[in-house]
């Protein structure tokens, strides 16, 4: 089974700060990862995501996640928060073997970011 | 946009009735899923698909049922509404090449 932890269900951080938010996964196989934010009264949409190939993913808006094997860690980073990625973000792992194909989701971190 | 629909995007119900949520996909996806987003649980999924006539649970599926007679198709069906399963319902398709998922507006359900 597969399961995502994300640390800490609310982090705030001052426009221009470094933005760091915690994933770590538990999968039987090696996993495919995903970062989605979600705007509010919005549905989710893919940051970025890791398959195979380079550790360190680039995704949209300037973030980005480096996935650690050793550590079973995904976590995303930005350099400099704007205003625009007070968001709440998920983390998922997915099951990509044969049919049962699953994504299981984190519960989710909510950014803040003050002026 | 991801060419995915879902209706309705808002509803209130009673406790004991039954309840059809809809999604439609225009892209040809065989995979679509149905999530409820629940504040401090995230997203949790209730059923997915992976082709017309073939479904499986998810790990809260009780209490839902789902059918997919055409490709475009993905029905959420609550037999008997309760209080519990007042919640956003989003539904999403997979792109298999690009290996995720495509999320639908959302349904706010109430069942009082």
């Known amino acids: 089974a597969q399961s995502v932890t994300q640390l800490g269900s609310h982090v705030s951080v001052s426009e221009g700060a470094l933005v760091l938010l915690r994933c770590n996964y538990s999968?039987?196989?090696?996993?495919?990862l995903f970062w989605y934010v979600q705007y509010p009264n919005q549905g989710l949409q893919l940051l970025l995501k890791?398959?195979?190939?380079?550790?360190l993913v680039k995704g949209i808006n300037g973030f980005e996640a480096e996935f650690k094997k050793s550590e079973t860690s995904f976590h995303l980073t930005k350099p400099s928060a704007h205003m625009s990625d007070a968001a709440e973000y998920f983390c998922a792992v997915s099951d990509h073997g044969g049919s049962n194909y699953k994504l299981t989701f984190g519960k989710g971190t909510l950014l803040t970011v003050n002026p | 946009d991801a060419g995915i629909t879902q209706s309705p995007r808002h509803k209130v119900t009673e406790t004991g009735t039954p309840v059809t949520l809809r999604c439609h996909q225009t892209e040809n996806h065989r995979y679509m899923y149905w999530y409820r987003q629940d504040p401090g649980h995230g997203l949790r999924l209730i059923h997915y698909?992976?082709?017309?006539?073939?479904?499986d649970k998810g790990e809260v599926s009780d209490g839902y049922s789902v059918s997919r007679s055409k490709t475009e198709d993905f029905l959420l069906t609550l037999e008997s509404a309760t209080s519990s399963q007042t919640s956003v319902y989003f539904c999403?398709?997979?792109?298999?090449?690009?290996?995720?998922?495509?999320f639908g507006s959302g349904t706010q359900l109430s069942v009082l």
């Open positions: 698909s992976y082709g017309v006539k073939d479904t």
């Open positions: 999403a398709i997979r792109d298999r090449v690009d290996e995720k998922l495509f």
């Open positions: 890791y398959t195979t190939g380079a550790t």
């Open positions: 999968s039987s196989v090696p996993p495919y």
